[in-house]
């Protein structure tokens, strides 16, 4: 019920920040694309789930979620910082500490659930919510997957409201431009943590 609630308040903070920056602003310049290959490495989150995988040594292979505190807990060395880690990054963390125990430990850390990396979807769509970046989406097909706009959507005015720093960016995305190929660079790549606002 308390994540529930704490939900709520985040939505309809990012809603009045929304309307707060108004409602007929041009936005921000679209960011330009990481070209392929280029893009940030995947940095591990709450709550993924995680597989460590030590070679020839099954008893220390484990799944764990990363918890609430930012780490896991791995046999031997118990608990481990994962949260802001890349999986290449804790691998590293865990061959050194595991090192103690084990001679030339060979670990692998794999991803199994990328359950931090979300977008949330909000207004003028059949329903709001959050949906899970398992792979690249843009905001267009967030929207049908919330499915699609409802009856009162206005959908020229969508906003997107990105975190950059301590600031908050707004991009502004026009449908209706974009169905009729006049923006057709304007379906914007989203990144986790990007919330969609559909006024009404």
Not at 20 to 44: F, N
Not at 45 to 50: A, E, H, R
Not at 56 to 78: A, M, Y
Not at 137 to 157: H, L, P, Q, S
Request: proline share 6%; glycine share 8%; hydrophobic share 45%.
């Amino acid at each position: 019920m308390i994540r529930v609630v704490q939900y709520s308040r985040h939505i309809a903070f990012m809603v009045m920040a929304a309307l707060a920056m108004g409602c007929t602003g041009a936005g921000a310049p679209m960011p330009l694309e990481p070209a392929a290959g280029t893009r940030e490495a995947y940095v591990i989150g709450i709550p993924d789930i995680l597989k460590i995988v030590v070679w020839r040594n099954p008893d220390l292979s484990v799944e764990v979620p990363v918890r609430r505190d930012g780490k896991i807990s791995v046999p031997l060395v118990d608990d481990v910082q994962a949260e802001g880690l890349t999986p290449h990054e804790l691998k590293e963390v865990l061959t050194e500490a595991l090192a103690e125990f084990v001679t030339a430990p060979d670990v692998t850390v794999i991803v199994q659930q990328t359950n931090s990396h979300t977008v949330t979807v909000v207004g003028g769509v059949a329903r709001s919510g959050q949906i899970a970046l398992t792979r690249q989406m843009r905001v267009v097909e967030a929207i049908a997957t919330m499915g699609g706009f409802n009856a009162w959507a206005k959908k020229d005015r969508i906003k997107i409201l990105r975190k950059n720093g301590n600031e908050m960016v707004e991009y502004v995305f026009s449908y209706g431009a974009f169905a009729a190929g006049k923006a057709p660079d304007s379906n914007l790549l989203l990144q986790p943590g990007d919330t969609v606002v559909v006024p009404e």
